[in-house]
């Protein structure tokens, strides 16, 4: 094996159960996009296991695949557009997002045994998904052929607690709720927070979070929020890949495509067997690889299948050895989120992103 990324579960469960101790509420584990890419089925059973209540996903695809897999909690699928198959989602009591009046009536008119059951996502700021204009004309005809058992919204700068937004945001979801409350909705699952707002924002909590990137153990934003350690998470993915090759070089040699680096004296470099078609962001400048005790640098561009990296001269590092591409900064690795900073991005585009070529391996990381 060339690459592997190795997904410790019992990091999922000491995540999940941190986060519940400190939210007091129940949680709902979010595992689209492939569990942010550590793998539905296996992330969700573990996130169960360890205590949280119900799912969270984006497409009714991925609901599915859950139920498939024979996994009967609770899941909400909030990213399923107008002429989706809502009856396989009825059937399959997959509770369902909706924000607007055609998606309400598109629900309702389901013939299945099952009623439909539905959040209502109101947009309270973020401008994104959620009921905004439709709000005040949503009738009872609208919804008497389906049960309304949540209402919810999403933060657009919870990773910036001191910004004013997220109070702004905040109220108008307790406005929201109360509108519903005033139709006698009043046993409703109200939430709000994502990651960022569940570490930090005890007054948005409500009846239920939402975690993601929290439970793989990643910060949410380094910088505001402070790293994983900072945080009380363990990072969940170490991604590894082999040296290809350890080869000694003279100064001033160019390296790779466009020659955008070279050698600046004599050192040893390493070719890492991972490139842009695994996930690793091409742009990417300023992160690199931990082998053989210490830190090596990428050197020039990442290229499809692999990316090069400056050894040092001294290194004790071979043909063929594992280096770890991120994993625990405790440790003195790189982090998803140095890759992250190293390509203009974030740690969530970086874990996502990690192709299917890379297989996910469910061990301790090593
Ligand atoms: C992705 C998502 C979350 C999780 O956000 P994190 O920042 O990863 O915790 C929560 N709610 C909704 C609606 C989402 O789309």
Same mark, same amino acid.
């Given at each position: 094996m060339r690459a592997q990324a190795r997904i410790d579960l019992q990091h999922i469960a000491s995540n999940i159960q941190h986060l519940k101790s400190m939210s007091g509420t129940p949680v709902m584990a979010v595992v689209k996009a492939d569990a942010y890419g550590h793998g539905l089925v296996p992330v969700a059973q573990a996130a169960l296991d360890a205590g949280a209540s119900s799912l969270g996903v984006a497409l009714l695809e991925e609901a599915i695949t859950l139920r498939e897999a024979g996994i009967s909690a609770p899941i909400l699928a909030w990213l399923v557009p107008p002429g989706s198959d809502f009856k396989v989602a009825v059937d399959n009591q997959i509770e369902l997002a909706a924000s607007s009046i055609i998606a309400l009536e598109e629900i309702g008119a389901v013939k299945s045994e099952l009623r439909p059951r539905v959040h209502l996502e109101v947009d309270?700021?973020?401008?994104?998904?959620?009921?905004? #204009?439709?709000w005040g004309r949503i009738d009872t005809h609208h919804i008497?052929?389906? #049960?309304?058992?949540g209402i919810f919204s999403h933060f657009a700068r919870a990773d910036e607690p001191s910004e004013k937004q997220n109070e702004l945001q905040r109220n108008r979801f307790k406005e929201m709720i109360a509108t519903l409350e005033s139709f006698g909705y009043t046993k409703i699952v109200r939430h709000i927070s994502n990651s960022a707002a569940t570490l930090k924002d005890q007054d948005s909590r409500f009846d239920m979070v939402r975690v993601g990137i929290s439970m793989y153990g990643l910060s949410p934003d380094v910088k505001t929020l402070g790293d994983s350690a900072a945080l009380g998470l363990k990072p969940v993915m170490q991604l590894r890949a082999k040296l290809h090759l350890v080869k000694t070089v003279p100064a001033n040699l160019p390296v790779g495509y466009g020659a955008m680096a070279h050698t600046s004296k004599e050192t040893k470099l390493g070719v890492v067997a991972m490139g842009y078609a695994d996930g690793i962001p091409r742009v990417a400048q300023g992160a690199g690889v931990f082998v053989a005790g210490r830190r090596a640098p990428i050197i020039g561009r990442v290229s499809m299948d692999q990316f090069v990296v400056d050894l040092g001269i001294d290194s004790q590092a071979n043909s063929g050895d594992w280096v770890i591409v991120f994993g625990d900064g405790a440790k003195g690795e790189y982090t998803a989120d140095d890759w992250g900073r190293a390509s203009g991005s974030i740690n969530y585009e970086i874990v996502t992103r990690i192709g299917p070529r890379v297989p996910r391996i469910y061990a301790p990381h090593e």
């Open positions: 309270t700021g973020m401008t994104r998904g959620g009921f905004l #204009d439709e008497s052929n389906l #049960d309304v058992v």
